[in-house]
């Protein structure tokens, strides 16, 4: 089995910053890529950034240039910085990973719980 436990989220103003943090643990072979997502009241799940084993990132056209992803292969660990928040980057903020299991050699798509990120005006 394999968890992602999610850190960081609570109350902002409008300007401030945070920093959500990601573990994974269990029977990990290896991750492959890593992200976040968010969802807020009403709307659909939208990626906010991702990054590859490798480092290679990828970003919301939303938050490009005021949040960055980065992530600790050795500790399973990935994280988002999050600068210049707005009252529309409130939501949920969800970890994901693409995990190799180490008991089956198989492939899986891992969520967090989520965490909750409110931006106030």
């Known amino acids: 089995q394999v968890q992602l436990v999610e850190s960081g989220g609570g109350l902002v103003q409008a300007g401030g910053s945070l920093r959500l943090s990601c573990a994974a643990s269990?029977?990990?072979?290896?991750?492959?890529?890593m992200g976040w997502y968010r969802q807020a009241p009403g709307k659909q799940r939208e990626l906010v950034a991702s990054?590859?084993?490798?480092?290679?990132?990828d970003y919301g056209d939303d938050v490009q240039g005021r949040f960055t992803i980065s992530r600790i292969n050795a500790k399973n660990t990935v994280y988002l910085q999050m600068n210049g928040l707005k009252p529309e980057d409130t939501a949920v903020y969800y970890c994901?990973?693409?995990?190799?299991?180490?008991?089956?050699?198989?492939?899986?798509?891992?969520w967090g719980q989520g965490t909750l990120v409110t931006v106030s005006s």
């Open positions: 269990g029977t990990i072979f290896s991750i492959n890529a």
């Open positions: 990054i590859t084993y490798g480092g290679r990132t």
């Open positions: 994901n990973a693409n995990v190799i299991e180490r008991r089956s050699n198989r492939y899986l798509e891992v």
